[in-house]
């Protein structure tokens, strides 16, 4: 029998979440909506763009996305630091998630209002970590 390795045991057996690197800025932002069409390539790109100028982040690359026939779209950014991932879906429903990640302190209620904004969004929750 083969002894469970560290990190299988890690799962099996939750730790409290505590600050690892409190000398490193951390900032999450989880945004998720209805938006009021379907979304597409194009929008995705012109999104994670304007979201960087939005957000005050310096953009590396141009944004990539990507379109699964199972799944639907997905999208990327690159920032200095850090970056922020886009998904769209249409089925089951039109709904999108926003997953942004910084070593940049950034104002969240912009991002949020922003991304409402863009996506004519009638209903929007977000999370901050």
């Known amino acids: 029998m ?4 560290p990190a299988s ?13 409190p ?3 951390r900032q999450r932002l989880v945004i998720e909506g209805y938006p ?11 999104y994670l763009s304007a979201l960087s100028r939005e957000v005050d982040m310096v953009q590396l690359l141009e944004p990539v996305t990507h379109r699964s026939d199972l799944y639907g779209w997905a999208g990327w ?10 998904y769209a879906w ?3 429903r039109l709904f999108f998630s926003v997953d942004i990640y910084t070593c940049k302190a950034f104002d ?4 949020v209002a922003f991304t409402a904004d863009f996506f004519d969004a009638g209903t929007v929750v977000a999370k901050g970590f």
């Open 90 to 92: 249409e089925q089951p």
């Open 36 to 46: 009021a069409a379907p979304v597409d390539d194009a929008q995705i790109r012109t």
């Open 9 to 21: 045991d890690l799962v099996a057996r939750p730790l409290a979440w505590r600050d690892l690197a």
């Open 108 to 111: 969240p209620d912009v991002a």
């Open 23 to 25: 000398e490193i800025l």
């Open 77 to 86: 950014i690159h920032w200095e630091t850090s970056g922020a991932h886009f």
């Open 2 to 5: 083969t002894p469970p390795s």
